[in-house]
């Protein structure tokens, strides 16, 4: 797994900043040109925030300068809403392009006319082969490709039907250009590659002006050149494309000459990062939209409450390659959890909440107890939480018949209350069909603060909330999207998504400094996780998104039996 490899934490090193340095040494370049490419055709996933990192990583180390630029070639797929979400993401992520903001779209008119001089030049044709047709035409990585019977055509002709297609005269799919390269190159992506297609679209910033519109391929290296892109970086599927991309370099008058780099993909377990398939979740309605906390996007990422640095960071971790591996969902989960431990303030809530009488505990009375706002960092301040006869405990921090690792509380067992007094369970009160509904206990009044006096220990210490003062909240509970770590490898992927990844709990109770937390802000609740607020709660009822979860060492512990 070379994509798993960590840093030590001395100036970056991979080949790519290696052949930069190169380049720079030898005097190739005087500055580094980079740019992040994305289509507008879905929202940015952290597979986009590998390339992301890498690309302004690479121009801050460097002192030059990454372009954000938009492969808006394909208006039947690409949205104003993507554009504008898709920016907002590359700020959240930490970075900025200043001033170099750009779109393929402003360059269609110049790539028209080179597109024009390619035919002049007898480099370039009208084909008028349907889709399938050039397809069967193309052959195999074995087999050479066939020549189309309109490859000959004259470039007078060629000429004149290619405008005749910008000036709308043909309908979608009736024609195509293509390159006139060599059918029987054993790269497929040299067989007479396809360069324009009409499409009746109306593209979101050119609108109705064009109806033909240039393919991935003779847009992407055209731009970088137009830009003064001197290190072109992307993933590894486009090695391929590579001798194509140099080849319209070398044969149109461009301005500068880029130089395209590949590295590998990043892939991670119980998740998928295709576009394709991150639209047909939000589309099918298998998540609740592209910021789903459960959704491997940043938009859903900042829903959730994971700081972008924490993102960063895990990138840094990945190796940069020329060969794919697929990352452990924990890692990333390692680098939130490390992050938010020293960042998040601590709070206390109850996410399943049982009720416990104080019964020695004086009857209308209430105190506000002092409590730490981060126990590894005494300028994170103190807040007041109030306590009183009435509290919440966790459900499952109560056992009737403990077993023999359990510490926590059960009947006759004294346990400390996280800033407040010693507890001791008295009684279990059940209801009719036999479930606890109440606890009786009694605590220490010589213990506040958690400490007794005459020096007794326990075993435990329980977070919990006061019944008065305390507030109702939902809390969301999420788990990996995916049950199986490599979904779709046994077939539909879709049947994959995880049943339980997603837990309402309606009627947890949360400390009352809780209901000022703003909507992304990170808290760790005490003993449970890390959480934020999410923006689908009210001032009446606040919801929470759980970020990630503690290290549960009973789990461990229980699982091992
Ligand atoms: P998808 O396959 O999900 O549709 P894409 O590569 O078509 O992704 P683009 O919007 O074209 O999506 O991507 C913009 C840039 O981000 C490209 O340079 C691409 O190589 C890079 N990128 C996309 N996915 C990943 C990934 N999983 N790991 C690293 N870089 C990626
Ligand atoms: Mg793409």
């Not at 597109?115 to 480099?123: S, T, V």
Request: with cysteine; aromatic share 10%; hydrophobic share 35%.
């Amino acid at each position: 797994m070379t994509d798993t490899e960590t840093h030590d934490g001395e100036a970056t090193r991979d080949f790519i900043r290696d052949a930069i340095r190169a380049d720079l040494a030898a005097g190739r370049h005087k500055t580094v040109a980079t740019r992040f490419p994305p289509e507008p055709n879905g929202y940015l996933h952290i597979g986009h925030a590998k390339s992301i990192c890498l690309n302004f990583g690479i121009a801050k180390e460097f002192g030059g300068r990454c372009h954000l630029r938009f492969d808006d070639t394909n208006p039947a797929k690409e949205e104003q809403e993507y554009i504008d979400a898709i920016q907002k993401d590359v700020h959240w992520l930490g970075f900025d392009w200043g001033e170099h903001l750009y779109y393929a779209s402003d360059y269609f008119e110049q790539l028209y006319e080179w597109a024009e001089r390619l035919i002049q030049d007898g480099k370039a044709y009208v084909d008028d082969l349907s889709a399938d047709e050039i397809r069967e035409h193309r052959g195999t990585l074995t087999e050479p490709g066939r020549e189309s019977p309109f490859r000959n055509r004259s470039p007078e002709q060629s000429l004149d039907l290619f405008r005749r297609m910008r000036a709308g005269e043909f309908p979608d799919g009736a024609r195509v250009l293509r390159a006139k390269i060599d059918m029987a190159s054993g790269n497929i992506n040299f067989r007479d590659p396809v360069l324009y297609r009409i499409l009746h679209a109306t593209h979101p910033r050119t609108g109705d002006a064009w109806c033909l519109y240039p393919t991935y391929d003779f847009a992407h290296g055209q731009s970088d050149a137009i830009e003064g892109i001197t290190h072109s970086l992307c993933t590894l599927e486009f090695e391929d494309h590579r001798p194509l991309y140099d080849w319209f370099i070398e044969n149109l008058p461009v301005p500068s000459r880029p130089r395209q780099y590949e590295f590998s993909r990043l892939n991670i377990t119980h998740t998928v990062l295709s576009k394709r398939r991150l639209v047909q979740l939000v589309r099918e309605k298998h998540v609740r939209g592209w910021d789903d906390p459960r959704m491997p996007t940043l938009t859903g990422y900042r829903r959730r409450g994971v700081p972008p640095a924490a993102i960063r960071d895990f990138i840094s971790r990945l190796a940069i390659t020329k060969s794919d591996g697929i990352v452990e969902i924990a890692m990333l989960d390692h680098c939130v959890r490390e992050l938010l431990n020293t960042t998040a303030e601590r709070r206390m809530a109850v996410l399943r909440p049982l009720k416990v009488v104080i019964e020695n505990y004086p009857e209308g009375q209430t105190e506000q107890l002092e409590a730490a706002n981060h126990p590894g960092n005494p300028d994170a301040g103190t807040r007041m939480v109030p306590f009183g006869r009435e509290i919440y405990i966790e459900r499952d921090d109560f056992m009737e018949d403990p077993p023999k690792k359990f510490f926590r509380l059960a009947p006759g067992r004294e346990v400390r209350l996280r800033f407040a007094y010693f507890l001791t369970c008295r009684e279990a009160i059940k209801d009719s069909a036999g479930n606890i509904v109440e606890l009786r206990c009694t605590y220490d009044p010589a213990t506040k603060g958690g400490n007794a006096p005459d020096g007794r220990k326990v075993k435990a210490t329980i977070h919990w909330v006061a019944a008065e003062g305390s507030a109702p909240a939902e809390v969301r509970l999420y788990d990996h999207l995916f049950a199986r770590p490599d979904p779709g490898a046994g077939g539909d992927y879709l049947q994959d998504i995880n049943p339980d990844s997603l837990e309402v709990l309606t009627d947890c109770r949360i400390e009352p400094s809780l209901r000022d937390i703003a909507p992304g802000q990170a808290v760790q609740f005490e003993r449970l996780g890390y959480f934020c607020a999410d923006p689908d709660g009210a001032a009446a009822k606040p919801v929470f998104n759980r970020t990630i979860g503690l290290r549960d060492t009973w789990a461990k512990v229980a699982a091992k039996g």
